[in-house]
């Protein structure tokens, strides 16, 4: 299993300003992700994150509004760039830890709300 | 392009079983089937999988048809705490990315 912490849990921004959100896992892992959910709406894959190459974007997302860092094997960053009241959502990292199960644990979210 | 088909919402009495019925008619030979529930305000939680045998595990127990293109996902006693969204997901083991459709919204009633 592995133990994900976000930060910031939630936060209040205001439109054109950015927000960088930080995954930290307890373990190394080589597979990270990072999913949107929009008010209501189930889990949408942002973006795959590889430690030492570049993130993989989902159809619909792109590096310049979402660039994503991967430093480390242990540690993630997503900014959400340019912020508008469309981007208000939960923001969650994942790991995959390649386990017996190729389970994936999540964090507990970042709960963004832009106005 | 979702592969699995679930109901939107169900009831189910704490005490009880509750079973999740879950189509899935167009899956692959390398397929498996995965579970995930995503309490309120928190992350999805990995529930149990499957290729074509039922499993079971502390948390729930999985049955799949044998034609493999439905399958049912069982919590035996359910309590309050079960109260969350189920999702069924249909991915092969070399495949990373989970692809969550809407999942079903389970209410469960004292």
């Known amino acids: 299993s592995a133990v994900i912490s976000q930060k910031p849990s939630r936060d209040i921004c205001q439109r054109g300003t950015s927000l960088t959100i930080q995954c930290q896992v307890d373990s190394q892992v080589t597979m990270m992700f990072w999913y949107r959910q929009q008010p209501g709406q189930s889990l949408t894959l942002i973006a795959t994150?590889?430690?030492?190459?570049?993130?993989?974007?989902e159809s619909g997302f792109v590096i310049d509004k979402f660039p994503i860092s991967r430093p480390n094997l242990t540690f993630s960053t997503l900014t959400v760039s340019n912020m508008s009241p469309e981007d208000s959502s939960i923001y969650l990292c994942s790991v995959d830890t390649s386990g017996l199960y190729n389970e994936q644990f999540f964090g507990p979210g970042t709960r963004l709300t832009v106005l | 392009d979702a592969k699995t088909t679930q109901p939107p919402s169900m009831d189910c009495a704490e005490g009880r079983a509750a079973n999740l019925p879950c189509n899935h008619s167009?899956?692959?030979?390398?397929?498996?089937v995965y579970w995930y529930r995503q309490i309120h305000s928190q992350g999805p939680q990995y529930i149990i999988h499957?290729?074509?045998n039922n499993e079971t595990n502390e948390m729930a127990s999985l049955i799949i048809t044998e034609d493999r293109k439905s399958s049912t996902l069982i919590l035996p006693h359910a309590t309050l705490r079960d109260t969350a969204v189920y999702y069924c997901i249909v991915r092969s083991l070399n495949d990373y990315k989970l692809s969550f459709g809407a999942g079903t919204t389970v209410t469960v009633r004292a």
């Open positions: 167009t899956i692959s030979g390398n397929e498996y």
């Open positions: 499957g290729l074509k």
């Open positions: 994150a590889n430690q030492g190459s570049e993130a993989t974007y």
